[in-house]
């Protein structure tokens, strides 16, 4: 079975002609522009993996309402409009597609969730791969682990477990695809408790470029380690198996301060930091550019029916703009989350070890400058940023993994956002974010934190972002080394994102 599997590799290598990727890719790595013989290439393509499929698949051409929904993605900028879908039903048939890809070399992607919102990191002008039919969710209650297929998306996931009193680390807004969060990190409401959504993972099923199914399981030390944060580069997961835990109802607070209110705010939000260290709880920070000025937001979560007596009393006793305090499912407080959908949207990563009233103070000038500044390009602009405070020991409950490059430095995954209409405005966001980050990191340093070298979240991160910086030098080689066994060919580099 296994010479039989390594045979099939060997012929795709050697047929495999030399035309390129087509399509644009924003990572970073060169990519050729489309060209009309790599459009005919995508057709024939297209048609020999609808021969090569089983029934339980399917190819989908433009405009198709499955086609559509196939290329769909939470905000546009990151869709194209593929030669073709398919949506293959068993991961050997994942496999087949693999095959014909590797032979004919063209450009594809693979989408679980659709969340991604650095363009091109799953889509394509190539063959695009859905994994919407991966869709099984199977509990194991004695071994206290879930199966969860590759193309669910946390809503469904938690739809189907918190009503049985049972849950899973995962995303912390609905929609979010369980795929792409888990292997690039996933950061939880859960993760004070039970750490990052892929330090959960007990088994990976996987469709190596080849071709081969494989289990991988931490007795496969390479591809347990490169999985962990290396996304599409090692092959096409179809199923992902966590630990479990049970779940009770949750309490939950959603908070804002305008004008004068967010000073005080901040001040109070940097105390409680800084001395609660419940694991059950978890928290978010908000910055948010509304009509001319910062809007402060806390979001609190607590994993229990109703809080500690006293924990939050500072918070909730001071003066608001908005308050709404929540208990209920765990399903239905993720529901209260959201951030405003934007037809065009980017994302930056911006690293933190803590977060003092300096910090919220940089955060907030950042907001009120970039908000006063961006309107000019497009109207309906939105300025935001996000700052997670985690527990220091949150790395404590996984081993090595691709990343991050270092577990003994705990570097918060903070966020910078904006949201957009006008295509025209895409470089002045994307400039803008480079440059805020920057600043950002900066104020941290005069704060006295060490950020040289600090990794930002891979799942945040913004085109262009170094690898070394998200990787680090000596995972990038363990990484690259990985590769070169797994995939000589460079079949995953025929599809977008951080490429290994
Ligand atoms: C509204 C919103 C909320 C978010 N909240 C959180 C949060 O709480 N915590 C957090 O950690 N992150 C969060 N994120 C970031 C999120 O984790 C990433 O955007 C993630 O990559 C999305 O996964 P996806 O499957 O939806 O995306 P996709 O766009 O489908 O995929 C992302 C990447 O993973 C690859 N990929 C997808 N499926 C597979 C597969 N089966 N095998 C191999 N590679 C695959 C794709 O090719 C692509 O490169 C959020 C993002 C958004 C937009
Ligand atoms: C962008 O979104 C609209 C509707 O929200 C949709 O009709 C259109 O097909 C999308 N474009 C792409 C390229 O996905
Ligand atoms: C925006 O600010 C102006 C002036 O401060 C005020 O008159 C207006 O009501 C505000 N609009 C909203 C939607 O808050
Ligand atoms: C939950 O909310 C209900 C009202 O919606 C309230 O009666 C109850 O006391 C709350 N429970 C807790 C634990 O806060
Ligand atoms: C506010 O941010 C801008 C842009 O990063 C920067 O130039 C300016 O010095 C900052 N102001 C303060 C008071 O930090
Ligand atoms: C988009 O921006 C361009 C260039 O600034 C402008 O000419 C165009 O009118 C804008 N389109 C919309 C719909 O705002």
Redesign the pocket.
């Known amino acids: 079975m296994l010479g039989a599997a390594f045979l099939a590799c060997i012929l795709v290598l050697t047929r495999a002609t030399l035309q390129g990727p087509s399509g644009f890719d924003l990572g970073n790595r060169a990519v050729q522009p489309r060209s009309p013989s790599s459009q005919d290439g995508y057709g024939a393509t297209c048609e020999k993996i609808a021969r090569s499929i089983s029934s339980a698949s399917q190819v989908f051409y433009p405009w198709s309402q499955d086609f559509d929904s196939d290329i769909a993605?939470?905000?546009n900028s990151?869709s194209q409009v593929s030669a073709c879908s398919v949506e293959p039903g068993t991961p050997n048939d994942v496999g087949l597609i693999l095959r014909e890809i590797a032979h004919s070399r063209v450009s594809f992607?693979?989408?679980?969730?659709?969340?991604?919102?650095?363009p091109g990191?799953?889509s394509t002008l190539g063959v695009h791969i859905s994994?919407a039919r991966?869709k099984d969710i199977i509990i194991h209650e004695e071994r206290g682990t879930v199966e969860i297929g590759?193309?669910l998306?946390w809503t469904d996931v938690y739809a189907y477990l918190v009503p049985k009193g049972l849950n899973v680390v995962g995303?912390?807004?609905?929609?979010?695809?369980?795929?792409?969060?888990t292997?690039?990190?996933?950061?939880?409401?859960k993760t004070n408790e039970y750490g990052?959504?892929m330090d959960t993972v007990t088994e990976f099923e996987?469709v190596l470029p080849c071709g081969e199914v494989k289990v991988v399981t931490e007795q496969d030390e390479d591809l347990w380690f490169a999985l962990k944060g290396g996304?599409?580069n090692y092959?096409?997961?179809?199923k992902f198996t966590l630990k479990s835990h049970t779940q009770t109802d949750v309490w939950g607070a959603l908070l804002s301060f305008g004008g004068d209110l967010a000073d005080p705010a901040q001040t109070a939000f940097a105390n409680y930091i800084a001395q609660q260290h419940d694991p059950r709880a978890a928290q978010l920070g908000s910055f948010v550019y509304s009509n001319g000025s910062v809007l402060f937001g806390i979001s609190l979560f607590y994993d229990g029916p109703s809080p500690p007596e006293g924990l939050y009393d500072d918070l909730l006793n001071m003066p608001t703009t908005t308050k709404s305090i929540f208990n209920g499912s765990f399903t239905d407080f993720v529901s209260t989350q959201?951030?405003p959908l934007n037809k065009r949207?980017y994302?930056d990563g911006v690293p933190m070890l803590h977060y003092t009233k300096p910090i919220m103070e940089a955060f907030t000038n950042e907001t009120q400058f970039w908000g006063d500044r961006l309107s000019q390009y497009d109207d309906n602009v939105l300025v935001a940023y996000g700052i997670d405070p985690f527990e220091p020991d949150i790395l404590t409950h996984g081993g090595p993994s691709a990343y991050p490059p270092d577990r003994s430095r705990v570097f918060l995954?903070s966020s910078a956002y904006r949201g957009w209409t006008n295509e025209s405005a895409d470089e002045h966001m994307a400039d803008s974010l480079r440059l805020s980050t920057a600043a950002l990191i900066e104020a941290g340093t005069r704060d006295g934190q060490d950020l040289e070298n600090a990794a930002p979240?891979v799942?945040?991160a913004l085109f262009g972002t170094p690898l070394e910086l998200m990787y680090g030098s000596e995972h990038l080689k363990r990484l690259a080394e990985i590769k070169q066994k797994y995939d000589p060919g460079d079949i995953m580099g025929l599809?977008?994102?951080?490429k290994l």
């Not at 912390?172 to 695809?177: C, H, K, T």
């Not at 599809?495 to 951080?498: A, I, K, L, N, P």
């Open positions: 993605h939470w905000t990151s992607a693979v989408k679980g969730g659709g969340h991604a919102y650095n990191f799953s994994m991966f590759a193309g998306t995303g912390r807004l609905n929609g979010v695809g369980v795929a792409g969060l292997l690039g990190g996933g950061y939880s409401w990052l959504t996987v996304f599409n092959g096409i997961v179809t959201f951030i949207a994302f995954p979240y799942n945040y599809t977008g994102g951080w």
